[in-house]
Each structure stands twice: as C-alpha cells, then as structure tokens.
C-alpha cells in the first residue's frame, strides 16, 4: 500500500501539471487583473474545496458517466465562455484600463463573482477527474484531497500574483483575447473528445 505522503505528492504533481495550462489558471489571470485580489483568491480557494469534496466523494464513480455527455457539456461551457471573453476583449469602452471594474463592488460580491467562475470552470476538469482516479486507484481520499487542493491553490496564487504585473504591461484586452483564444481551443478538445467517444 502507497504511503499518505506518497498518496499526496502524486496528487500534488498530476494536479499542478494538469492545471499550470489549463483554463483554470486563464480564469483566475483574468479575474485578478478586473478585481480586487484577495477576493478573487479567496472565491477560488472555496470554489477549489467543494470541487475537490466533489471529485474525492465520486471517486471512482465519474467514470460511469457517459463520457460523450460530459465532453460535449464541457465543450459548450468552454465555448460560451471564449464567447464571454472575446466580447470583453472588443469592449468599446475607453477607460476600461483606466477605471477599474470592481469600482463599486463589494468583497462578498467579487468572493461570489470569483466563486462561480472557477466553481463552474472546474466541472468535468482534468484535474476533476484525475482526482477521482487518484483516490478510485490509490484509496486515499484524504491524501489525494489535500494533494489536488493544495495544487489549484497553487496554481491560482500564482495566476494572482502575476495578474496585475502582466496587466501593467499587457492590455487587459489582448489578455481576454489570449484567453478566450484559449477557451475556444479547449472547446474544440472537449467536442473532439465528445465525437470520439
């Protein structure tokens, strides 16, 4: 039988590589930079602990969803999310760099905003279901848990920090460009996947 320690740096490693390039990171990149940081860390960090209870709660289980559904539900979201994103990106509003967006916004509201977003983006994830296969292969649900939860936080304490020094010198629109290019990409994946079966 693996260690728990073992357990949690396989979880930890798989959930960090998966997420470094993953839609996850784009969101929260894109949140830090239009709101208040530690609001938008702390929606992420709730929105990455119910996901986690979810994925280690299934387990094993998320495999016995028809796979087709799930990939072309995944491939929807993406798209209306590119959709989202690229509207952004063609904002006619001039001082969009110059006032920021969360003028008037409270904390609970951004916390909320951030929430669902990230809540919403991890559905049907790869780091979802690699969760569920660590603990359905390895039957260690806390180990596996703590692993995968501690990578996404990584992964979005990084995509926080950096947010506002990438914004300083990129346009906020060419970053809601990139990303919606990116959601659009992994769109095309997930319908890909849905065709495949």
């Known amino acids: 039988m693996t260690s728990f320690v073992a357990?949690?740096?396989?979880?930890?490693a798989a959930i960090l590589l998966v997420e470094l390039p993953d839609k996850t990171m784009v969101a929260t990149l894109v949140l830090s930079t239009r709101y208040r940081r530690r609001p938008v860390l702390a929606g992420a960090v709730a929105a990455f602990?119910?996901?986690c209870v979810v994925a280690v709660t299934a387990g094993g289980l998320l495999h016995l969803l028809p796979h087709r559904i799930l990939e072309a539900t995944v491939a929807l979201?993406?798209?209306v999310g590119a959709v989202l994103l690229f509207r952004e990106s063609v904002s006619t509003e001039d001082d969009q760099l110059e006032t920021p967006v969360e003028?008037?916004?409270?904390?609970?509201?951004?916390?909320?905003?951030?929430?669902g977003v990230l809540f919403a983006a991890e559905w049907g994830d790869a780091s979802q279901l690699a969760t569920a296969g660590l603990v359905a292969r390895y039957g260690q649900p806390v180990a596996?848990?703590?692993?995968?939860f501690l990578a996404l936080v990584s992964v979005a304490a990084l995509a926080v920090l950096i947010g506002k020094a990438i914004l300083r010198r990129v346009p906020l629109e060419l970053v809601h460009r990139v990303a919606a290019v990116a959601f659009a990409v992994f769109a095309v994946i997930a319908g890909v996947a849905a065709i495949r079966g």
Do not use: N
């Open 7 to 12: 357990v949690f740096a396989i979880a930890f």
């Open 103 to 115: 003028a008037g916004l409270s904390d609970r509201r951004i916390f909320g905003i951030s929430f």
């Open 77 to 79: 979201l993406f798209a």
């Open 49 to 51: 602990a119910v996901q």
């Open 144 to 148: 596996t848990g703590l692993g995968a």
